[in-house]
């Protein structure tokens, strides 16, 4: 498996904030992922944290609501800007490194945020 | 159109019985298949994953792979009621920058 450690673990915050949330992946892991996960639903992958350089989006995704950073290979974070009761969710950082021959993803404790 | 499918549930299986959850997917380039459990309120924990059509087997959980069908399942037997979890299945696709597609999860429930 991976090591990988978030925080803070929840957080309740008011509207028009913005929260960052910090990942931290053992050295095997050779890329992150921010995923967002609402009450009841699967998983929705925001983007994947590139080390160095710009985040890679998904469709609906943008830098300047989700500005996300990863200066080195084990450390990422995921800002939620300007948040509103439409953001809140779970946040789950994720790491993939080879495993049994294959690639593997590991999740992370997630945060669990509330806007009111 | 979905990558991945799987039936939402609920499922619910008496303690001791065979539990059987499944899933398709649309990508025939798909390679590797995961099976993750999610406890309520908790991230999502990896059981196991396969790669080669057939069966593989990890204590009581069997994972089973037909990549003609583009079906995959994962057995549960002897279910315990601490089995009672969602179980996300999820699919790699080298092809699209080996991003992990997720289902939807089945909730499965194990009665004593």
């Known amino acids: 498996s991976a090591v990988i450690s978030q925080k803070p673990s929840r957080d309740i915050c008011q509207r028009g904030t913005s929260l960052t949330i910090q990942c931290q992946v053992d050295?095997?892991?050779?890329?992150m992922f921010w995923y967002r996960q609402q009450p009841g639903q699967s998983l929705t992958l925001i983007a994947t944290?590139?080390?160095?350089?710009?985040?890679?989006?998904e469709s609906g995704f943008v830098i300047d609501k989700f500005p996300i950073s990863r200066p080195n290979l084990t450390f990422s974070t995921l800002t939620v800007s300007n948040m509103s009761p439409e953001d809140s969710s779970i946040y789950l950082c994720s790491g993939q490194r080879l495993a049994g021959g294959t690639d593997t993803q590991y999740f992370g404790p997630g945060t669990r945020l509330t806007v009111l | 159109q979905k990558e991945v499918e799987q039936n939402s549930g609920p499922l619910s299986v008496p303690e001791g019985a065979i539990a059987s959850l499944n899933c398709t997917y649309s990508?025939?380039?798909?390679?590797?298949f995961f099976w993750y459990r999610q406890y309520s309120g908790k991230s999502p924990e990896l059981i196991m994953f396969?790669?080669?059509?057939g069966d593989k087997e990890d204590g009581r959980f069997t994972a089973q792979l037909n990549k003609a069908s583009q079906y995959v399942s994962l057995l549960i037997r002897d279910s315990q009621p601490s089995d009672s979890a969602t179980y996300l299945c999820?699919?790699?696709?080298?092809?699209?920058?080996?991003?992990?597609?997720f289902g939807t999860g089945t909730s499965l429930t194990v009665i004593p």
């Open positions: 396969i790669y080669s059509n």
């Open positions: 999820a699919v790699n696709a080298p092809n699209t920058g080996n991003q992990f597609y």
């Open positions: 050295s095997q892991v050779t890329m």
């Open positions: 944290a590139n080390q160095g350089s710009e985040a890679t989006y």
């Open positions: 990508d025939r380039g798909s390679q590797s």
